[in-house]
């Protein structure tokens, strides 16, 4: 209930959720695609105040399998302007649902055992939006050999009823950095740059003393003499 007796709810579509929110993408993998040819979907409940996650993937508008993350961690946070919401869950339990074209159990047999695969699954999740995108980044650690790059969410519709006066954002600015290796590249360069400008300064005044000297010779000049 709002503080306000006369506020009204509004539709929250950023991916900084305050309550409870949900969401829907496309799900684009070449790798998934080539075993598991069709139309893929990616439903989230999404719930910021018990930090949990219960997703379910469509194939051909069938339910595939879903999985539940808990112990979640949710961040937005503001890196030279660009802004986003990361979702970090280290635990996590998938099920299977059989008979299905991705876990196998019906007429056509899975060309992988899935099933083998998700159920295990223990974590660590993430998943990262861009606060001015439509696209997510859904990424198992634990699928990495099949999926390196995670699974691309595309064109996200996602909606959450709040007040207005508790849309208050947890906005975390962070400091660009630099690589170790880079520090220690220009550190040296920057050594390199200073020896080479300090011997030509050297050479210089050893050039300007030189041409301040009088010319001298070790050797006396030939005299003739003439005696009777």
């Given at each position: 209930m709002s503080f306000l007796g006369d506020e009204k709810m509004v539709c929250n579509k950023k991916p900084e959720i305050f309550h409870n929110g949900y969401m829907t993408c496309g799900v684009s993998n070449e790798a998934?695609?080539?075993?598991?040819?069709g139309t893929y979907h990616l439903t989230l409940d999404m719930n910021a105040v018990n930090?949990?996650?219960?997703?379910?993937?469509?194939?051909?508008?069938?339910?595939?399998?879903?999985?539940?993350f808990g112990n979640c961690t949710l961040a937005t946070t503001d890196l030279e302007g660009k802004v986003e919401t990361k979702w970090d869950c280290p635990y996590l339990q998938c099920k299977c649902i059989i008979?299905?074209?991705m876990c196998g159990g019906g007429a056509?047999?899975?060309p992988i055992p899935l099933k083998d695969v998700l159920e295990p699954l223990q974590g660590p999740f993430s998943m990262?939006?861009?606060?001015?995108?439509?696209?997510?980044?859904?990424?198992?650690?634990g699928l990495a050999g099949f999926f390196p790059n995670g699974l691309s969410?595309?064109?996200?519709?996602?909606?959450?009823?709040?007040f207005p006066s508790e849309m208050i954002s947890d906005l975390t600015e962070l400091k660009s950095t630099m690589a170790v290796g880079v520090i220690v590249g220009l550190a040296i360069l920057g050594a390199l740059v200073l020896f080479l400008m300090v011997a030509?300064?050297?050479a210089k005044r050893n050039q300007i003393i030189l041409s301040r000297q009088p010319y001298s010779s070790d050797t006396e000049a030939a005299s003739l003499e003439f005696r009777n």
């Open positions: 998934l695609a080539s075993l598991f040819p930090k949990t996650l219960h997703a379910q993937m469509w194939l051909n508008n069938t339910e595939q399998f879903y999985c539940e008979p299905s074209a056509i047999p899975s990262t939006c861009p606060q001015n995108s439509k696209d997510c980044a859904f990424y198992f650690d969410m595309i064109d996200c519709d996602r909606g959450e009823c709040v030509c300064s050297i």
